[in-house]
Nanobody, 127 residues
Framework: QVHLVESGGGLVQAGGSLRLSCAAS????????MGWFRRAPGKEREFVAA????????NYVDSVKGRFTISRDNAKNTVYLRMNSLKPEDTAVYYC????????????????????WGQGTQVTVSS
């Protein structure tokens, strides 16, 4: 069982920044592919970003490219999502997800490919 806890959400004005963190309780965290997803009010869950076990490969949805950065610190069992130039349309509940894989070199963008999920953290961007 892998337990994921997100933090760092909040209310920010358009153009502002936030950094989300996701702490994982897994001894083998450093072998997992990690992802961030979001669900906006009235919309389906959406892939945001993913990172491979070493951080050597990342992937982003087009709408956040150039604004968001996913990173990880395997020594701290934590993955981050740095969000800059936030827009009102970024308002959503953001979820961290873990794919219990063994040192994969390919990022994953489909929610069904992830095994564990956090409880989510709310991000609200005001105009």
């Amino acid at each position: 069982q892998v337990h994921l806890v997100e933090s760092g959400g909040g209310l920010v004005q358009a153009g502002g920044s936030l950094r989300l963190s996701c702490a994982a309780s897994a001894r083998t965290f450093n072998s997992y592919t990690m992802g961030w997803f979001r669900r906006a009010p009235g919309k389906e869950r959406e892939f945001v970003a993913a990172i491979t076990w070493s951080g050597g490969s990342t992937n982003y949805v087009d709408s956040v490219k150039g604004r968001f950065t996913i990173s990880r610190d395997n020594a701290k069992n934590t993955v981050y999502l740095r969000m800059n130039s936030l827009k009102p349309e970024d308002t959503a509940v953001y979820y961290c997800a873990a794919r219990v894989s063994a040192y994969e070199y390919t990022t994953r963008v489909s929610a069904h490919e992830y095994n564990y999920w956090g409880q989510g953290t709310q991000v609200t961007v005001s105009s």
